[in-house]
């Protein structure tokens, strides 16, 4: 299966500020997908980061707050636009084949906002 | 409305035993149903898939059914090890939004003990 390295793993950021993760899997994959999980809950599906064209966002889950890049089949990026404490969470990257396939997650990054 | 539910307390059991985790879901009708196995810090491993018309799948000392009637999933693991502590993960594909994802419930987390 597809490895998949996140960076950073984690940080500690300030209020107001942004911060991306970078995803980057060492084989071509079609479909690439963003995460949050905050602890104790589930995984929820950021956005579906395709390859040549916008991502496909979630409901309550925007642009603006959390841009994607996929500038081709091995990464894409997600940011975290001014951040606040409520964006404290770990978000993690993954991918598959979509249409409920299994996927591949990465590490993730815990996000701290102080 | 749509949910995914598994217990939310911990299991403990002994080494040895068989430990059973439980998902069930409510106005979804997946074709398939996936766990996942999450460690502390890490992201979610893929462990096993079964589909709507397969009651049962086994790999090696897992074990999970399927019955689409009750809708819901059981997890077992046999001769269980303290390495199996972990949180586990049962995700289903549903149609959210007019397409096809991945939908994670919260996990049950497993302790056992020597």
């Known amino acids: 299966s597809a490895v998949i390295s996140q960076k950073p793993s984690r940080d500690i950021c300030q209020r107001g500020t942004s911060l991306t993760i970078q995803c980057q899997v060492d084989s071509q994959v079609t479909m690439m997908f963003w995460y949050r999980q905050q602890p104790g809950q589930s995984l929820t599906l950021i956005a579906t980061a395709n390859q040549g064209s916008e991502a496909t966002y979630e409901s309550g889950f925007v642009i603006d707050k959390f841009p994607i890049s996929r500038p081709n089949l091995t990464f894409s990026t997600l940011t975290v636009s001014n951040m606040s404490p409520e964006d404290s969470s770990i978000y993690l990257c993954?991918?598959?084949?979509?249409?409920?396939?299994?996927?591949?997650f990465g590490d993730g990054t815990r996000l701290s906002i102080l | 409305s749509q949910k995914i539910e598994q217990n939310s307390e911990a299991l403990n059991i002994q080494e040895g035993k068989t430990a059973t985790l439980t998902c069930n879901y409510t106005?979804?009708?997946?074709?398939?149903l996936q766990w996942y196995r999450q460690d502390p810090g890490r992201g979610p491993v893929f462990l096993l898939l079964?589909?709507?018309?397969?009651k049962e799948k086994r790999k090696e000392r897992l074990k999970v059914t399927f019955d689409t009637t009750l809708k819901q999933s059981l997890f077992h693991i046999t001769a269980s090890q303290p390495a199996d502590s972990a949180t586990y993960l049962c995700a289903l594909d549903g149609v959210s939004g007019g397409y096809n994802k991945l939908i994670f419930g919260a996990g049950t987390r497993l302790a056992v003990h020597p």
């Open positions: 079964i589909r709507e018309n397969e």
């Open positions: 106005n979804y009708s997946p074709a398939y």
């Open positions: 993954s991918v598959g084949d979509g249409g409920g396939q299994p996927q591949h």
